[in-house]
């Protein structure tokens, strides 16, 4: 039994969703593995995302960026936040490579926490990171406003250097020469499209747009009433109630639900929300159009935004587009366009040869 330790970020849902197609695809390639996953993305998402079995343990291993909505940053509660964080604390680090090593983990993947890279070198086994950006340099585009965020810069930088091998995933934000540079990593679907519309009880011809923010999702949707008018669609919202809502030609999901991600996307046929990575990834493995929300002061949207426009079909928006129901008119057009039909491997496939390359 070959054991792998990983520390996820619990900035949103994005890293937790491309840390379980590599665990997946590690799982596929060797079945007798065992994951340690430290982690406050919530232990539901792994239970619905991974097939096997994993231990979890609740842990604040990164603060990344505080976020006051889907599609806004709160440097204030980021800066006090990161003060708590910083300096590691010496104690819960031995504390936990102990742990490490009780487990008889033999490698530490760390997507993108800066604390299990710093665990690792105390339990001495290999640190591997995973990112398409690090917090160094999303902290830099604060630097102007917030001067006070540069120590942190310098902090992370020179750790996230330390790492013993380094991976990035497209589409990457800040291209370094490193171990391996992958193609979009994503969770893929389970389902056939006409299985999941049945069990959503759509048509099974009809077009059907899914509206998805990712791992925050919005308390309420202005353009409702709009889209309730287009009797000819059909859309998934998730992250809206408590349980499963059908409205005429709406499906409210709640934030939990039975369906996974990735069905869904493979039971539509246009996805519409925040550009967020695994969002991004999901629905280009998926070959269908991306209307996506660019948010303006988080610097990774520039780059997933230059790798739609060039990889997928879709269109840009900003929130207030977004909020007005703008893309309601540009809808016929996008849902005439052919998929786009993908080859090469997923990401997390050369991730998991790469990987099981490491030990004998």
């Not at 982690?39 to 079995?53: A, C, E």
């Not at 104690?91 to 530490?108: D, F, G, P, T, W």
């Not at 230059?306 to 928006?317: L, W």
Request: aromatic share 12%.
């Amino acid at each position: 039994m070959k054991t792998i330790a990983y520390f996820i970020t619990s900035h949103g849902f994005g890293h937790a969703a491309r840390a379980c197609a590599v665990m997946d695809a590690l799982r596929k390639n060797l079945s007798k593995i065992q994951f340690e996953i430290y982690t406050q993305v919530p232990p539901w998402f792994f239970q619905g995302s991974l097939q096997g079995n994993f231990n979890y343990h609740a842990l604040l291993t990164d603060i990344g960026i505080v976020q006051k909505s889907p599609l806004h940053e709160d440097l204030k509660h980021t800066l006090h936040a990161l003060d708590r964080f910083l300096p590691f604390n010496p104690s819960q680090v031995v504390r936990l490579a102990k742990q490490i090593q009780k487990n008889q983990c033999e490698l530490m993947l760390c997507d993108i926490s800066p604390l299990g890279i710093t665990v690792a070198k105390e339990a001495e086994i290999p640190a591997v990171l995973i990112e398409n950006f690090t917090w160094d340099w999303i902290y830099q585009s604060y630097l102007s406003q917030h001067p006070e965020i540069g120590k942190y810069i310098d902090f992370f930088k020179g750790l996230f250097e330390t790492a013993d091998y380094h991976i990035q995933t497209q589409p990457a934000c800040h291209p370094t020469p490193v171990d391996l540079t992958t193609p979009p990593v994503s969770r893929k679907a389970r389902l056939f499209r006409q299985q999941i519309r049945s069990k959503l009880s759509l048509p099974q011809n009809a077009p059907v747009i899914l509206i998805s923010m990712g791992g925050i999702p919005p308390g309420h949707y202005p353009f409702l009433a709009q889209i309730a008018a287009q009797q000819a669609l059909f859309f998934i919202i998730p992250g809206v109630g408590e349980s499963l809502q059908r409205h005429e030609n709406i499906v409210f999901l709640p934030h939990h639900s039975e369906f996974f991600h990735p069905d869904l996307i493979q039971a539509s046929d246009l996805v519409l929300g925040k550009l967020g990575y695994s969002t991004l990834a999901e629905t280009y493995w998926a070959g269908i159009p991306f209307g996506y929300i660019i948010r303006t002061h988080f610097r990774e949207s520039e780059i997933l935004d230059k790798f739609a426009k060039k990889e997928m079909d879709g269109f840009a928006m900003n929130e207030t587009q977004f909020n007005r129901g703008d893309w309601i008119s540009q809808l016929p057009y996008y849902l005439n366009l052919p998929s786009r039909e993908r080859f090469g491997p997923n990401g997390s496939e050369q991730i998991a040869r790469f990987i099981l390359s490491l030990s004998p």
